[in-house]
Each structure stands twice: as structure tokens, then as C-alpha cells.
């Protein structure tokens, strides 16, 4: 869904779940590692807190019709799935984000899921 869609539900009191930009297409890692959960708009609304209360979660979706079998999938949820945690849970402010350190974080779990036989995408 749009994220304006999801500014308009958040700011007349409903509950939203943030997606990457762009819907729920695999996209590269830096790119999902610059989502901001909650957009300028709903973090202030006449001066008292915003509908950023209303965002109860993050999503790193994948189209089931756009993947072929579970190593695919892998493939196109890791380390995507790195860079939207580091969003939603570590760092929402992008001003305190650091995809330098954020990337020799995820490489070290990238290279624990390749121990593990999960199919996972390079980094870049």
C-alpha cells in the first residue's frame, strides 16, 4: 500500500503497518535501508503527538507470485529483512542511521545464514 494511504489512516486514529517503498517488490538493500516508518506528516498533527502512535509495525513483504520456490524467497528476504529491522526496531531516525555499520553487522549474519543453508542475497 501507498504510504500515503497509510498517513491518511494513522492520522484519523487507525492502526498501520509500514511496507518498504514501492509496495512489496524485492528491492536493493541500501534502498530499504533508507525507509523512514513514519513519514514528516504524521509525527506532529496540531501540535500535539502525531499519528505516528499509530503505527504498530513494519512489514518486509515479498510477492508470492513473483517467486518461484523457498530458495528464491530466501534470496529476496535476506538481507533485506537485516535492513528493515534495522529501520523499524534499531534506528527509525535516519539521521542516527550508518549503513557502513550496518553492513559489516549484516554480513556477519549473512554469513551465519549461509553457515545455516539459507539462501541469502549479497549485501550490495
Given at each position: 500500500?501507498?504510504?500515503?494511504?497509510?498517513?491518511?489512516?494513522?492520522?484519523?486514529?487507525?492502526?498501520?503497518?509500514?511496507?518498504?517503498?514501492?509496495?512489496?517488490?524485492?528491492?536493493?538493500?541500501?534502498?530499504?535501508?533508507?525507509?523512514?516508518?513514519?513519514?514528516?506528516?504524521?509525527?506532529?498533527?496540531?501540535?500535539?503527538?502525531?499519528?505516528r502512535k499509530n503505527v504498530v509495525g513494519g512489514q518486509c513483504c515479498n510477492?508470492?507470485?513473483?517467486?518461484?520456490?523457498?530458495?528464491?524467497?530466501?534470496w529476496k528476504l535476506w538481507p533485506r529483512g537485516f535492513a528493515m529491522a534495522?529501520?523499524?526496531?534499531?534506528?527509525?531516525?535516519?539521521a542516527k542511521r550508518d549503513f557502513k555499520e550496518f553492513s559489516a553487522r549484516?554480513?556477519?549474519?549473512?554469513?551465519?545464514?549461509?553457515?545455516?543453508?539459507?539462501?541469502?542475497?549479497?549485501?550490495?
Amino acid at each position: 500500500m501507498d504510504m500515503k494511504w497509510l498517513t491518511v489512516f494513522a492520522m484519523v486514529g487507525l492502526s498501520a503497518v509500514v511496507a518498504a517503498d514501492g509496495g512489496c517488490e524485492a528491492s536493493a538493500v541500501p534502498k530499504t535501508a533508507t525507509i523512514i516508518p513514519a513519514p514528516q506528516e504524521m509525527r506532529v498533527t496540531g501540535g500535539e503527538p502525531g499519528a505516528r502512535k499509530n503505527v504498530v509495525g513494519g512489514q518486509c513483504c515479498n510477492w508470492t507470485s513473483h517467486t518461484w520456490n523457498r530458495y528464491d524467497m530466501e534470496w529476496k528476504l535476506w538481507p533485506r529483512g537485516f535492513a528493515m529491522a534495522e529501520v523499524l526496531w534499531t534506528y527509525p531516525d535516519p539521521a542516527k542511521r550508518d549503513f557502513k555499520e550496518f553492513s559489516a553487522r549484516a554480513a556477519e549474519y549473512r554469513r551465519r545464514l549461509i553457515r545455516s543453508h539459507v539462501n541469502c542475497a549479497p549485501l550490495k
